[in-house]
């Protein structure tokens, strides 16, 4: 499929998933957004960053996909809530990107996570993607929510070297509340990730008021841990670098006031993963 539009594009590498990227595909028809989600030709990215050592094993370029149904109070990244925000990419020129990096990804022991946004809104780009990672032997990771996970089948899953899986909440109100989304699907996936016994990381973004209930925290903790499966858990302590991001959006943000947590609350919430057994960072 020809990448169609008439807007001006950024590069398709950003210093940082924080620069603020909006209507980079508005241009394409709807047809052929309907096209690109069904066969994966396709995709719609915020970008392409490279040197992240957070997401994931080793040095990563990450892919950031736009588009999510979920909107956390927390989001730093607002803007690719709508997948038309994103630069369309063929699966070429995105296999393209990627295999720039193929060398420096060897050296460094890392790999090609994909994240967003959510990935699982473009599913068949995703696996198309992570298919041309593993055939130039790059390792793949999937930052996701997991509200798709019911999309990749059990073939799907074994070209995902490791899922790195958002726990928001467990209280299913609370998490209606952050994410205005059901919790189950994402517990549901879990649950199916550890039978079929694939590497997960689990993340848990720490907002004070929100999600530093040390009754939650143990319960997700608690379920983490039955999983089997959970190789590590981050703990990802609440900011404020996407704030600029919902004013430029001319969305409400809740969380004007919110500091980040303290160390003790930070402290407390690890040792609270730590004491089922689960390794923490
Ligand atoms: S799931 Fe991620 S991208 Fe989607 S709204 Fe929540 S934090 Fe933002």
């Known amino acids: 499929m020809p990448e169609k539009t008439t807007l001006k594009q950024p590069p398709i590498e950003a210093k940082s998933p924080y620069e603020l990227r909006v209507n980079l595909g508005k241009n394409i028809p709807e047809t052929d ?27 990563r370029v990450v892919a950031w996909t736009a588009g999510c149904m979920w909107r956390c109070l927390y989001c730093h990244n607002p ?4 997948m038309t925000n994103g630069i369309p990419v063929t699966i070429a020129r995105a296999t393209e990107q990627l295999s ?3 060398h420096g990804l060897k050296a460094m022991s890392g790999g090609l996570t994909i994240s967003g946004g959510e990935p699982l809104m473009q599913h068949r780009f995703v696996l198309k ?34 899922v790195m899986l958002d726990m928001k909440t467990w209280d299913p109100e609370r998490h209606r509340n952050l994410t205005g989304m059901d919790v189950e699907p994402t517990l549901n996936f879990a649950r199916r990730l550890a039978a079929r016994r694939r590497k997960v990381w689990a993340r848990y973004v720490l907002v004070p008021g929100l999600t530093d209930d040390p009754e939650d925290i143990a319960k997700t903790a608690s379920f983490a841990a039955e999983l089997g499966n959970v190789e590590r858990v981050d703990v990802l302590p609440f900011h404020q670098m996407g704030k600029y991001k919902w004013k ?32 923490t960072f």
């Open 33 to 59: 957004v309907r096209t690109a989600l069904a066969t994966g030709d396709m995709g719609f990215l915020h970008s392409f960053t490279t040197g992240a050592t957070v997401d994931g094993p080793g040095v």
């Open 79 to 82: 803007d690719t809530w709508t």
């Open 100 to 102: 720039k990096y193929r």
């Open 129 to 162: 993607l992570f298919t041309a990672a593993k055939a130039m032997g790059i390792h793949t990771a999937l930052d996701t929510n997991g509200y798709y996970g019911d999309r990749l089948t059990d073939d799907d899953l074994e070209r995902i070297d490791l």
């Open 248 to 279: 430029q959006l001319g969305l409400e943000y809740k969380l004007e006031t919110v500091e980040p947590p303290d160390t003790d609350t930070v402290e407390r919430t690890l040792a609270a993963f730590r004491n089922v057994g689960l390794t």
